[in-house]
């Protein structure tokens, strides 16, 4: 009985109420459906911009429409009951709601845009575009919010004088926070290393694959597949090591020689020299600048040293193995060629009797 007469009494509120949100549920779902056909034609057909901005804004356009709903059903429910805080706060929750919804389109299209761009477009640097995206998607998110705080009637004046007296007070406790800040930015402009570039850190025995650069700290895949985040005030005060950006791999090697081969040291000497100078797959141009050479220069503990050092023509490591390998097999083939052979550790035991055994051994002393 009481349910008939509250249906009664607000018959026409609830009509009301359901036709609005059966509309906004068919425009919904016509949006919806709309929105995935305009991107399934946008795709790859029509400029990369067109498709990310159908992209960003399908998902707030939906948010749009319920948020829509949502304020002409509290207006409807305000005429009919007429309460002081529902009327207060629907307009500028709808107010809020639109720019925050604007300031989520904005934010999809920084974020969407880099990644449907076609491959033959001409891109900027991708550290570069990165750097221009955070600093883009931290620009959206302070104009929505002082946008929204104006529109709550907070004084953005006060806001920031007293944001300013408590930034100084932040600023003492949370230092390690700036100085990272400031070791991205430098990262960013100096370049040190790239996105995807493998580097080395010596100090702390630390090297992977660069993969993402944060405005904190930046994350290395080690090749044991381990994530490292490093605070980025560290690439300020620390050597960093990129070898991929190395001219050429070095190849250092010491071939030890028997001593009995003394006299065909020369012969083998030349002849490995004239190899390494004919090598294809050695950096001849690198080796005149940082040195290519051939040299006796040590007698060993147990054998003659010979120094090969070299520079093969890749700066990838496996490559570079494969290089050394080849020298290091026809090395031992010259020597071979000339009755040569690489001499092996020898260590000489002396071994002594016990006392017992030296004194029964020894002559007997004349009387």
């Known amino acids: 009985m009481l349910a008939a007469k509250w249906f009664e009494l607000y018959r ?48 707030p356009a939906l948010a ?101 007296i408590a930034g100084i007070a932040v600023g003492f406790a949370a230092q390690g926070v700036v100085s990272n800040l400031f070791g991205a930015v430098v990262i960013y402009l100096d370049q040190p290393f790239k996105i995807g570039e493998w580097i080395v850190l010596p100090s702390l025995n630390i090297s992977g694959t660069v993969e993402h650069i944060g405005w904190r700290s930046t994350r290395l895949r080690g090749f044991d597949t381990y994530p490292y985040y490093v605070p980025n005030h560290v690439f ?42 004919n090598h294809p797959r050695l950096d001849h141009v690198q080796g005149k600048v940082q040195g290519e050479f051939v040299h006796f220069t040590n007698y060993g503990v147990h054998s003659l040293d010979i120094l090969i050092y070299c520079f093969a023509n890749t700066v990838w490591w496996a490559e570079s193995l494969a290089i050394q390998e080849d020298v290091l097999l026809n090395a031992a083939r010259i020597i071979g060629e000339h009755g040569g052979q690489l001499a092996l550790p020898v260590t000489r035991v002396q071994m002594q009797a016990p006392p017992s055994e030296r004194a029964s051994q020894e002559p007997p002393t004349p009387s």
């Open 236 to 277: 300020n005060t620390s050597v960093v090591e990129t070898p991929p950006r190395m001219q050429a791999r070095r190849i250092q090697q010491t071939l030890p020689l028997r001593y009995s081969d003394v006299e065909r040291l020369p012969a083998i000497l030349a002849d490995l020299r004239a190899y390494i100078a």
């Open 12 to 59: 026409s509120l609830i009509i009301h109420a359901a036709l609005i949100a059966l509309a906004a549920a068919i425009l919904f779902l016509l949006l919806r459906l709309s929105g995935l056909r305009l991107i399934n034609r946008a795709s790859g057909r029509v400029s990369a911009f067109r498709e990310a901005l159908y992209r960003a804004a399908h998902s």
């Open 64 to 164: 749009l429409i319920m948020l829509c709903a949502a304020y002409l059903i509290g207006t409807q429910i305000n005429e009919r009951i007429h309460a002081p805080v529902l009327s207060r706060i629907l307009d500028p929750s709808l107010r809020v709601g639109i720019l925050a919804v604007l300031g989520w389109a904005g934010w999809n299209l920084i974020e969407i845009y880099p990644l449907v761009q076609h491959p033959r477009a001409r891109t900027l640097d991708p550290m570069l575009y990165d750097l221009l995206g955070k600093s883009a998607r931290l620009g959206v998110v302070t104009l929505i919010g002082l946008m929204i705080l104006r529109t709550l009637h907070f004084p953005i004046a006060s806001l920031l004088t007293i944001g300013g």
